[in-house]
């Protein structure tokens, strides 16, 4: 009888590690990096220079805000009245009232049309924490923003001061070139910062452009036609805290004799933008993509 004949073991291929060995430890070649804000600000610079609304809404504001600017001065200028000791910066008003608006409109587009579109489910895949991706957008808006009113309205406050000189204005002090271009475009940018909250917390691009320009303009526009003598009151509070108003008392302008002035205007903005970004932050939180 044959004894039965057992198949030798075959050594392990050479890309295979033996039976009973530890198999060697995979390094990626791609780095494994940390995120941090800082790379959710650089997306949202992306995201926000590379779309068409950002140049449509912006380029129409500087059009806005220094045509109608100049074109003020150079009213002012040709006419036969002379100014009387008046603030020429204040001509600037008119341009960055109309111009808000467009700032209004790109705020609420940075956060409400990704919900349009889509998009904001791909955001919150390549960043998970939600309060890092609207405290990013709010970065990114907030310093466009400002740059952009900064420059308009620096612009214009040069070209309005040098059309009037000699037609009766006052030379503005420093404290007046400061209000009427750095503190009106912190201003507007709060204003643009609320918007984009809002955006956030509708999720619909139109309905919150229509709460933002009705925030902008129905106190105004109610108040003017209250003439009954028991909504004096009303009326008068409406004309204080109505934004126009507070836009105004920049220029050391205002509809009524109190209510806000100096620096106040910009406190308040600051204040309901920064309660509104905490109410946006835990809805975020608590709700579905």
Not at 6 to 15: G, N
Not at 140 to 162: E, H
Request: proline residues 5%; contains cysteine; glycine residues 10%.
């Amino acid at each position: 009888m044959s004894t039965p004949q057992h198949p030798m073991p075959q050594a392990a291929p050479a890309w295979q590690a033996a039976p009973g060995s530890a198999y060697p430890t995979y390094t990626s070649p791609i780095p494994v990096v940390r995120t941090h804000l800082g790379h959710a600000i650089a997306s949202e610079w992306t995201k926000i220079k590379s779309v068409r609304s950002t140049m449509w809404t912006l380029g129409v504001f500087v059009l806005l805000v220094i045509g109608i600017g100049v074109a003020a001065g150079a009213v002012v200028a040709n006419s036969s009245s002379e100014l009387g000791g008046e603030n020429p910066l204040g001509l600037g008003f008119f341009g960055l009232l109309l111009g808000s608006m467009c700032i209004i409109t790109l705020g609420v587009l940075t956060t409400a049309s990704e919900y349009g579109t889509g998009m904001i489910r791909t955001t919150m895949t390549a960043c998970p924490s939600r309060s890092r991706v609207l405290a990013a957008k709010a970065i990114v808006f907030f310093l466009v923003a400002f740059t952009v009113s900064l420059v308009a309205s620096s612009f214009v406050a040069f070209a309005q001061v040098a059309m009037l000189d000699g037609h009766g204005a006052r030379t503005p002090s420093g404290g007046e070139w400061f209000k009427a271009t750095v503190g009106i475009s912190l201003y507007i940018a709060l204003l643009g910062l609320l918007a984009l909250i809002v955006g956030s917390i509708v999720r619909h691009s139109a309905g919150a452009i229509t709460i933002m320009i009705g925030a902008l303009l129905a106190p105004l526009v109610i108040a003017l036609f209250m003439f009954a003598e028991s909504l004096a009151k009303v009326r008068t509070g409406l004309l204080e805290y109505s934004i126009p108003n507070q836009l105004s008392v920049f220029y050391s302008n205002s509809l009524t004799t109190s209510g806000p002035s100096g620096w106040d205007p910009l406190w308040i903005i600051l204040g309901v933008t920064a309660a509104a970004f905490a109410g946006a932050w835990l809805l975020l939180e608590k709700r579905d993509v």
